[in-house]
Every structure is written in C-alpha cells, then in structure tokens.
C-alpha cells in the first residue's frame, strides 16, 4: 500500500497509544522502541509501559535491554528531555538488545465523521530471548468523543476493516448514550 504525506478530505489521524500491560514482570529490563524511518537517531524510552506519538507515516520497533547491559550514561540520554534527538545508532548496534518483530504503525486514517477521540492496542510481552522480544497485541480500545470507549480482541487489519470496526463500535455507543 502506498502512503503519502497529504491530508485526505474527509479523513483524520489518529495516533496510536500503545500500553505494554506486564512490563513489572520484567524488572530487570528496560524497555525502548526505535523508529522503522530514523531507527535508533530517535529512541524512546517505553515509560511505565507506554509509548505513542511521532511521525504519523513511521512505525515503531520495541526493543529490550537487560538494565546491567545498558550504559548509564545512554539511560541519562534517554532520560534527558532537552535531548530532543539522541542519535544513538552506533551504541545500539552494538548493544546486546533484544527486538520484537511486530508491526507497530505510528498512526491510522479514519473517516472524520466517525467520533473517536482516541486509539490505544494492548501489549503483552510473551517472551525475552537472546536477541527476540516476543509480543502480543491484545487488543484495542476505542475511546469516543461521548466519553465511551469500547475494545476488541486485536487482529491485523486493513485501513478500511478498522474504520468498518471502529464504525460498529461507535454506533453501538451511540446507540447506547
């Protein structure tokens, strides 16, 4: 499929919020996603299991680094607001980082008349290899402009079967407030 960088009439973008619900069961580990476009010119760290944001056209790739493993002058980088770009590449390929091989897009376009406010998918970490981060996307949760919210399990979708989704889900709200 092919994207371009020009607002479509009648379409808005929605940012995706991503929520890694078990992240506590991994205390000895830091979680990190690069960027598909910038790779690790802009990592971010994963704070209290969540992530989103960014060039709507991007994606993200989750990663994992043991705490002993990561250098403590790269945690302050990370951690350092006013380092707006922390061009870490040459530390990270290096690094003994594990990496999931899921797609996790930036954003999605849906049509504008469909109320939603927001869009958040549901992480679970299955596993840490030597080099893999195995995850599940659980599910995703729809928030409306009335206040409601509704989720479903997460299947890989097109652009259109999520806005056929995201359409169900909002006329059932609506019907319902």
Not at 54 to 76: C, N
Not at 138 to 159: H, L, M, Q, V
């Amino acid at each position: 499929m092919a994207s371009a960088d020009i607002p479509i009439e009648g379409m808005k973008q929605y940012s995706y919020q991503y929520i890694i619900n078990n992240t506590a069961d991994y205390p000895d580990y830091v979680f990190l996603t690069s960027s598909e476009i910038w790779q690790f010119t802009m990592p971010t760290l994963v704070v209290n299991g969540t992530f989103g944001g960014g060039y709507k056209l991007d994606g993200f790739i989750l990663h994992a680094i043991a705490r002993e493993d990561l250098d403590q002058a790269v945690m302050d980088q990370l951690h350092d607001a006013k380092n707006e770009n922390p061009d870490l590449t040459d530390y990270f390929e290096k690094a003994p980082i594990k990496t999931s091989e899921a797609l996790l897009p930036v954003a999605v376009t849906i049509d504008d008349q469909i109320p939603v406010s927001n869009i958040s998918v549901i992480l679970s970490i299955n596993d840490i290899g030597e080099t893999d981060l195995n995850i599940t996307k659980e599910k995703t949760i729809f928030g409306f402009e009335n206040g409601t919210s509704d989720e479903a399990p997460y299947i890989e979708e097109t652009e259109s079967e999520l806005v056929d989704q995201v359409g169900n889900f909002q006329m059932e709200a609506f019907q319902l407030s």
